[in-house]
């Protein structure tokens, strides 16, 4: 059984920081490219950042230079450390496993709120 869980969301102030977590269980982890994607009241699920097998990432024009995707194969788990947030960042983040050959798996998303 596949399972991705997120935590580390919560509460923060504009210009704060909060790290995401995302644990992988039931995918060969290693192999699998990873998403962050974010949902705002009202709107579309949309892609954050990902990070391929090899560690490269993409990221966002919104969050560039303050976002930064990681990931630990030896932990199964893929990381989002956001910086200077701000309240348009608020939103429910997902994160996503793609692995080679097989369905997209998501977890169950983790909220974020950006107000002072």
């Known amino acids: 059984q596949v399972q991705l869980v997120e935590s580390g969301g919560g509460l923060v102030q504009p210009g704060g920081s909060l790290r995401l977590s995302c644990v992988a269980s039931?995918?060969?982890?290693?192999?699998?490219?990873m998403g962050w994607y974010r949902q705002a009241p009202g709107k579309q699920r949309v892609l954050v950042a990902f990070?391929?097998?090899?560690?490269?990432?993409n990221y966002a024009d919104s969050v560039k230079g303050r976002f930064t995707i990681s990931r630990d194969n030896a932990k199964n788990t893929a990381y989002l450390q956001m910086d200077s947030l701000k309240p348009d960042d608020t939103a429910v983040y997902y994160c996503?496993?793609?692995?080679?050959?097989?369905?997209?798996?998501w977890g169950q998303g983790t909220q974020v709120t950006v107000s002072s």
């Open positions: 996503k496993a793609h692995p080679p050959g097989v369905r997209d798996y």
């Open positions: 039931g995918i060969n982890f290693k192999l699998a490219t």
């Open positions: 990070i391929s097998t090899d560690g490269s990432s």
